[in-house]
């Protein structure tokens, strides 16, 4: 078997990154990812049973999927082929599937790990389906998209789908003293400077490494502070992507944040979005539906406020008209919160389904015609402002259909006069029907 990574050498004999020399030779070298590289973790029992079966490896950039892959060609002893669906078309892959071929008729497997595998449509997909099959190769998948939106459930099913985390704290400050070890001295950083260094990865290994790079080339004769660390480095951009998982990820917490009532988690939410380059006017809608899903009439006004910080929006636009949104957010978190017409509109939508096409009761049709009052329309409508406290207690549901309980306000704000105002007219229909 060969050296483990053909590449590593600079072509020119010249500079390596600081990323390609602290490229792990080992799994146990990986940092971070114990859920799928522990005692106990998928990768491992599979390669202690040696039945390693095609992977999907999903999580963000930076985190190891590419090394991880390297590492398991190499204790499988398989030949490692990497391509990036980015740049690969279906000629190429017919001529990555014939080389794996004939490598197999050789004695020897191939791993061939696909970055970006999302990228690839449906049909370029449905390919690797029969050289999976036949064991031509093992796929290994790398995708920062939900694989069970991004993928074909041909190549899910083949496929077991492994999730990579972003690297915490410890794993970045583990990162940087072996990166200290591979230049031989000390990042020039106070203590406080190093934490925003590592916060500054978000996560990304490959980018501290990068910016641990940058900073060893400075020259400077005593440590850095945070202020002349955040001056000499940009901030590396958060992970975002209006059309991806991250969007769906953070407006799924700004909601639930809101609907737990937590004002403080729902701002940061809010911010991150923003941060991220979200649109506020998606951001005003989604808010807007908050008010009507989960507080409804509770709280009457909390529509109303968002309505308003929406067109203060559209009459301020940014950055100034954020801060309106964030008015009506804070708002909506501290509201009391009800989903009882919600849960009622739902009811209506599955009762209507159900009853088909049954008309309502004749006696509340109207009859413009004779033959139509012939057939009893509109006969012994009851009025109800000529009723006793203005309440007939008539039948409005179609004859023969039980009647549903759908509307159950709860114990909180407004709602509460609701109710009372729904049991007063229940006990007026008992009466009047009795």
Not at 110 to 119: K, N, P, Q, S
Not at 224 to 238: G, I, S, Y
Request: charge should be negative; hydrophobic fraction near 40%.
């Amino acid at each position: 078997m060969g050296d483990l990574f053909a590449t590593d050498p600079a072509p020119d004999g010249g500079h390596r990154p600081l990323a390609d020399r602290l490229r792990p030779q080992a799994l146990a070298e990986v940092i971070g990812q114990p859920q799928v590289l522990g005692s106990d973790a998928p990768l491992t029992v599979m390669l202690a049973s040696g039945a390693l079966s095609s992977l999907i490896f999903w999580g963000p950039p930076g985190v190891g999927k590419t090394t991880i892959a390297r590492l398991l060609a190499h204790e499988t002893d398989l030949h490692f082929v990497q391509i990036s669906a980015i740049f690969t078309g279906v000629p190429d892959l017919k001529k990555v599937f014939e080389a794996a071929r004939i490598r197999r008729q050789n004695g020897r497997g191939t791993l061939l790990f696909v970055d970006e595998i999302h990228r690839f449509n449906k049909a370029q997909q449905d390919g690797f389906l029969p050289h999976m099959e036949d064991g031509t190769i093992l796929l290994v998948g790398a995708t920062t998209e939900n694989p069970s939106f991004e993928l074909n459930a041909a190549v899910l099913s083949r496929a077991q789908v492994l999730v990579l985390e972003r690297l915490g704290t410890d794993d970045l400050e583990l990162l940087a003293q072996r990166a200290e070890v591979d230049l031989g001295k000390p990042l020039p950083l106070d203590p406080q400077a190093r934490t925003n260094l590592l916060d500054m990865a978000d996560g990304d290994g490959r980018a501290l490494l990068n910016l641990i790079e940058q900073i060893a080339a400075w020259n400077v004769d005593a440590p850095l502070d945070p202020t002349t660390l955040a001056t000499r480095l940009m901030r590396r951009a958060a992970q975002y992507d209006k059309s991806g998982d991250a969007h769906y990820n953070l407006i799924s917490a700004l909601h639930k944040s809101v609907r737990g009532s937590d004002p403080d988690a729902s701002l940061y939410w809010f911010a991150r979005m923003l941060e991220g380059g979200e649109d506020p006017r998606y951001l005003a809608r989604r808010i807007t539906r908050m008010a009507v899903e989960d507080i409804g009439l509770a709280d009457p006004q909390a529509q109303a406020i968002c309505l308003q910080s929406w067109e203060t929006y559209e009459r301020l636009g940014s950055p100034e008209g954020e801060l309106a949104l964030a008015q009506a957010l804070v708002y909506l978190a501290l509201a009391p919160k009800s989903n009882a017409v919600y849960n009622a509109y739902k009811g209506a939508r599955r009762a209507a389904k159900q009853t088909g096409s049954h008309l309502p009761p004749k006696h509340i049709l109207n009859a413009p015609t004779s033959l139509m009052k012939e057939q009893g329309y509109g006969e012994n409508y009851a009025y109800d402002h000529d009723a006793e406290d203005g309440f007939s207690g008539a039948n409005y549901f179609p004859d023969g259909m039980d009647r549903p309980d759908l509307y159950q306000p709860v114990e909180r704000g407004f709602e509460r006069d609701l109710k009372k105002r729904l049991e007063y007219f229940a006990r007026l229909r008992t009466k009047r029907q009795t």
